[in-house]
Every structure is written in C-alpha cells, then in structure tokens.
C-alpha cells in the first residue's frame, strides 16, 4: 500500500518540476522571439493583443501537457 502514495509522490515531483524548467524557458523565448511583437500589437490594438496572448496560453497549455505526458512515459517506463 505504501508504494502508490510513494509513486504518486515521485510522478508529481517530477511533473512540477518539468513544468517549472519549461515555462521558464518557455517566457524567456517569447520575451526573446515576441516580445517586441507583442508590445506593438498591445500599443496599437488591446483586442488584437488579448487574442493573441489568449492563443499563446493555451498553446502553452497544451504543448506542456504533450510534452509533460510523454516524459512520465519515459520516465515509467526506465522505472519498470
């Protein structure tokens, strides 16, 4: 019985800490690569910069969530 809480425990570690690492360096690129792009759209149309950030949270959201999962496997499966 022991073992799942340990399991659970190490799987939510790993994925917080995953998350972490990558939406760090996920705002370092988009303030690199966006950053004046996105200053522009949001002095000359709020709307337009809304959407726009709106798409790039969920974008975020889901590209996290792909590349979180895949890892999990990975790490499951050097576990088992």
Do not use: C, D
């Not at 790993?14 to 939406?23: P, S």
């Not at 149309?45 to 959201?61: N, R």
């Amino acid at each position: 019985m022991e073992e799942k809480p340990k399991s659970a425990l190490k799987t939510f570690l790993i994925e917080l800490l995953v998350y972490a690492a990558l939406v760090f360096f996920y705002v370092l690129l988009v303030i690199r690569l966006l950053g004046n792009w996105l200053y522009g759209l949001f002095e000359h149309s709020k709307i337009h910069y809304a959407i726009a950030a709106l798409l790039l949270i969920v974008g975020q959201g889901i590209a996290l969530e792909m590349l979180t999962t895949l890892l999990l496997k990975l790490v499951r499966l050097r576990t088992h």
